[in-house]
T-cell receptor, first 118, second 113 residues
């Protein structure tokens, strides 16, 4: 199956610093990438949808100036958590889908990034 | 009301048991449905898609009832390796352009020896 690579898998940062997370589709062109966040014992919550070459669409309650998303190519999307605070500590997962004949392909997930802000 | 609702469990069952999970979704125009499996601190992985006619993959059977907006997953002859969280996942209506998947909170299964 297709592979989505997400880096880093784990990061610890100080409060007030910024952290960048990369998501790459390795063997297919991802027209759309999705960023999710998962707090312990909760479901994956969609944060934003990013389409290559255009601005990301953020879900209600997600601050676009805090969670910067860049989808510069069909194989790379980045999420930058700016001025991180302890409450931003969470498991961040990217997902990528391609299209075949106008239909969505299966969604593939990155390995996730566990962010801890101290 | 949540878009996708599941019983969080945990379901503690002995090896060899049959266990069933249920899920309801709120948007009647939802297009496609899936069960994903998530192991602790790992990313979700597709277990199976769910079709209107019902479908089976080995020990796993998925069913969809559009009238009741209800999805189920049946696991027969449970193995220790089936222990995980099972996520009910729904894809939104095509006309909304929403291609993101919506996840239930998951049902935790613990198979015991």
């Amino acid at each position: 199956g297709a592979v989505v690579s997400q880096h880093p898998s784990r990061v610890i940062c100080k409060s007030g610093t910024s952290v960048k997370i990369e998501c790459r589709s390795l063997d297919f062109q991802a027209t759309t990438m999705f960023w999710y966040r998962q707090f312990p014992k909760q479901s994956l919550m969609l944060m934003a949808t990013s389409n290559e070459g255009s601005k990301a669409t953020y879900e209600q309650g997600v601050e676009k100036d805090k969670f910067l998303i860049n989808h510069a190519s069909l194989t790379l999307s980045t999420l930058t958590v700016t001025s991180a605070h302890p409450e931003d500590s969470s498991f961040y997962i990217c997902s990528a889908r391609g299209e075949t004949q106008g239909l969505d392909t299966e969604a593939f997930f990155g390995q996730g990034t566990r962010l801890t802000v101290v | 009301r949540k878009e996708v609702e599941q019983d969080p469990g945990p379901f503690n069952v002995p090896e060899g048991a049959t266990v069933a999970f249920n899920c309801t979704y709120s948007n009647s125009a939802s297009q496609s449905f899936f069960w994903y499996r998530q192991d602790c601190r790992k990313e979700p992985k597709l277990l199976m898609s769910v079709y209107s006619s019902g479908n089976e993959d080995g020990r796993f059977t998925a069913q969809l009832n559009r009238a009741s907006q209800y999805i189920s997953l049946l696991i027969r002859d449970s193995k220790l390796s089936d222990s995980a969280t099972y996520l009910c996942v729904v894809n939104g209506p095509l006309d909304t352009g929403r291609r993101a998947l919506t996840f239930g909170s998951g049902t935790r299964l613990q198979v015991q020896p």
